[in-house]
Nanobody, 122 residues
Framework: QVQLVESGGGLVQAGGSLTLSCASSGLPFSLLTVGWFRQVPGKEREFVAT????????SYADSVKGRFLISRDNAGKTASLQMNTLKPEDTAVYYCSAGARVTMDSRGVDFWGKGTLVTVSS
């Protein structure tokens, strides 16, 4: 069964940190780009970060650059999103995704997780 399962969400105060994890099963994880996206209810899903299949290249949304760090462990078939200096505007459901080529507008995403909620209180 093909799955991406996020974990690590929760409630944190502004300025705090959280690390999200994405566990994969049933897909060729080490061959796929991984992307993190987020969505606030009533708004469009937005790009957060991507990392290429071998971890050789990463990209970030301007809103999280310098605060978030995306990484992956192909042996463990997992990816992570370390989020530092969190702001209330980072509050959203965070989704892990994977595909041969994941773009900022989520084209090329073949697999989606169900999401994990991050709430940042002021």
């Amino acid at each position: 069964q093909v799955q991406l399962v996020e974990s690590g969400g929760g409630l944190v105060q502004a300025g705090g940190s959280l690390t999200l994890s994405c566990a994969s099963s049933g897909l060729p994880f080490s061959l796929l780009t991984v992307g993190w996206f987020r969505q606030v209810p009533g708004k469009e899903r937005e790009f957060v970060a991507t990392i290429t299949y071998n971890g050789g290249s990463t990209s970030y949304a301007d809103s999280v650059k310098g605060r978030f760090l995306i990484s992956r462990d192909n042996a463990g078939k997992t990816a992570s999103l370390q989020m530092n200096t969190l702001k209330p505007e980072d509050t959203a459901v965070y989704y892990c995704s994977a595909g041969a080529r994941v773009t900022m507008d989520s084209r090329g995403v073949d697999f989606w997780g169900k999401g994990t909620l991050v709430t940042v209180s002021s």
